[in-house]
């Protein structure tokens, strides 16, 4: 009870602090952004600090982590897929073939490399290690995302 109350304020609470950031005028928006995205970011430390148990499930944690993993990983593929047709419409080429097959080697390779060696036994040692692993995905999914992006490159097909 204590950590979903805790939760439900500290949304509701930077919920309205990002609400209210749109009343500020801009210059001074920009450092209020920062604290915002800080003030989400702490929100269910201070949550779970607040309780005297864990308050999640493991499997259920890192099951949804992965499944976000797959999102991801499969919104990249979508992007570059879509971006080399373009390009393949403009003539197929020995360097766009070799893009197109990193693209897919990059992506079997990371999906292999997340589901073989991530796991979430890290989250059941102590809450610190528990919110590194969670953290840490932001960098997971802005990798996958990143890798997407370039291989989606520039959609005007000029960069063959």
Do not use: C
Request: no cysteine; charged share 15%.
């Amino acid at each position: 009870r204590t950590f979903a109350l805790r939760y439900a304020r500290g949304i509701a609470g930077t919920t309205a602090l990002w609400l209210l950031l749109l009343l500020v005028p801009l210059p001074i928006r920009y450092v209020g952004y920062v604290v915002a995205i800080l003030l989400d970011l702490s929100v269910p430390r201070w949550a779970v600090a607040g309780g005297k148990t864990q308050a999640f499930h493991v499997a259920h944690i890192t099951e949804r982590y992965g499944l976000f993993t797959l999102i991801v990983l499969g919104e990249s593929l979508l992007a570059a897929t879509i971006a080399m047709k373009g390009s393949f419409e403009h003539g197929i080429t020995v360097p766009l073939l070799l893009i197109s097959a990193a693209v897919l080697v990059s992506a079997f390779a990371v999906w292999w490399m997340y589901f073989d060696f991530v796991d979430g036994r890290a989250l059941m040692s102590n809450n610190r290690v528990a919110f590194q692993w969670g953290y840490g995905h932001l960098l997971v999914f802005a990798s996958i995302g990143a890798m997407g992006g370039g291989a989606q490159g520039d959609e005007s097909g000029d960069d063959r």
